[in-house]
């Protein structure tokens, strides 16, 4: 009989929980609203309690779980160390050991990021591929890397921050506390900010148009729409976030020679406006290697990476 393991993605806004099999089918899944700032253990009984609804449902109990958590952890304490962007800004919480007890099975944590890798390479476009490159793009952008199979995590699981590369030397100052990182430029905050400019500075109207004239409701997806109605000015910022990614993807490249590099997280639906351009970027960029033996694709998982990943780090019994 197929194993069943329970999988979470825990993220600032929203909590993905689900259970599913080995071999990648997912059985079923839910999506809730964290609340966060309720604080840890709140948030984790409610987990624990979607999970055992789910499991008393599906008639089996999983026999690991796995989750992804947005920010530091150490992986064999199972402890959330930091995690900055949940209201509490949860420090040193047991998850694995608050979330076991109540499940009764063995809990694995690891970053989200670097969790939607394993997803990747486990049930999505990485499949039989050995060296893989992640970029996550959404409100941040995170990443991961996989060398020989593996994930390679570094001494604090910090390995693998592809979004606090440095892009523009004198750039927008970024979160991180560092200028110009491909944050600044390409996440979908970055992208929207510039798409509010064009439409205040009047070189929008497809947008503005889109929007009503609203600015907070500019994201990258009405920028899409704007641009091909016919915005020239929304076409340029999107090309010129695409090719600042491109940059960071092709020194990715020539630092690692990876067979693949995916794209994910919600701007990653920009599609071909993106990807074509990251493209182009690289076989410009990329001169020491051949750049066509690099396959780069957008995710096939989407916003599903992180529970997928979540699935195949209880399969893996934490070994990532
Ligand atoms: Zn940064």
Redesign the pocket.
């Known amino acids: 009989m197929t194993r069943l393991y329970a999988a979470v993605d825990l993220g600032g806004t929203n909590t993905s929980c689900a259970l599913g099999y080995e071999d990648g089918r997912l059985l079923c899944e839910r999506r809730d609203p964290t609340y966060s700032h309720e604080g840890p253990d709140a948030v984790l009984e409610r987990i624990a309690s979607v999970l055992k609804d789910m499991a008393s449902a599906a008639g089996s109990e999983p026999i690991g779980l796995g989750i992804g958590l947005p920010g530091l952890v150490d992986r064999a304490s199972g402890s959330a160390v930091f995690l900055p962007n949940l209201a509490t800004q949860w420090r040193n919480i047991p998850v694995g050991e608050i979330l076991g007890s109540r499940l009764g099975c063995p809990v694995h944590v690891l970053n989200d990021v670097r969790t939607a890798t394993l997803g990747e390479l486990t049930y999505g476009a990485g499949t039989n591929t050995g060296w893989l490159v992640f970029f996550s793009v959404g409100t941040g952008i995170g990443g991961g890397v996989v060398v020989d199979g593996k994930l390679r995590l570094g001494p604090l699981g910090a390995a693998g921050e592809l979004?606090?590369q440095t892009i523009l030397p004198d750039g927008p100052l970024?979160?991180?506390?560092?200028r110009g990182?491909l944050?600044?430029l390409a996440s979908g905050p970055a992208i929207a900010a510039e798409g509010v400019r064009l439409l205040r500075s009047g070189l929008a109207p497809h947008l503005h148009e889109l929007v009503g004239g609203q600015c907070e409701y500019v994201t990258p997806k009405e920028m899409k729409e704007a641009a091909e109605a016919g915005d020239h000015s929304v076409r340029a910022a999107l090309t010129r976030a695409a090719a600042y990614l491109g940059i960071a993807v092709s020194n990715v490249i020539v630092t690692l020679h990876p067979e693949l590099v995916v794209i994910g997280g919600g701007v990653s639906a920009l599609g071909s406006i993106l990807i074509d351009t990251v493209k182009a970027t690289v076989r410009e960029r990329v001169t020491m290697l051949p750049a066509d033996s690099v396959r780069i694709e957008q995710s096939v998982l989407g916003d599903k990476a992180g529970l997928y990943g979540a699935i195949a780090l209880a399969m893996r019994n934490g070994r990532v």
């Open positions: 979004g606090h970024c979160g991180c506390g560092n990182c944050e600044t």
